[in-house]
């Protein structure tokens, strides 16, 4: 059964940067698109970032261009996402997500598989 592990969230000023790590096991993800989605309180989970985990393909929120970059480590079976020149505006629950099928998309409902959330706060 395929599980996610998100790791890396906390607390930082406006301008700061941090990086959350996405620990993925139970399935074989060279075949897997995998994303990145933020809540933030009273606000639909929105997407932020995408790619495939065999590479090629990226994808990424307007919000987010230019400030995060999505990555992966084969070595750690890990996606991250590194998060840079960061504002209030990117306070949210940040979760990973995966699908084993379909090309890299920013559809929420293409992903069947989440993990738990973790917290960004971001100071002004």
């Known amino acids: 059964q395929v599980q996610l592990v998100e790791s890396g969230g906390g607390l930082v000023q406006t301008g700061g940067s941090l990086r959350l790590s996405c620990a993925a096991s139970?399935?074989?993800?060279?075949?897997?698109?995998m994303g990145w989605f933020r809540q933030a309180p009273g606000k639909e989970r929105a997407f932020v970032a995408a790619?495939?985990?065999?590479?090629?393909?990226?994808l990424y929120a307007d919000s987010v261009k230019g400030r995060f970059t999505i990555s992966k480590d084969n070595a750690k079976n890990t996606i991250s996402l590194q998060m840079n020149n960061l504002k209030p505006e990117d306070t949210a629950v940040y979760y990973c997500?995966?699908?084993?099928?379909?090309?890299?998309?920013?559809?929420?409902?293409?992903?069947?598989?989440w993990g738990q959330g973790t917290q960004v706060t971001v100071s002004s």
């Open positions: 997500a995966a699908a084993n099928w379909g090309w890299v998309t920013s559809a929420r409902n293409a992903y069947p598989y």
């Open positions: 790619m495939r985990w065999s590479g090629g393909s990226t």
């Open positions: 139970g399935g074989t993800f060279s075949n897997y698109n």
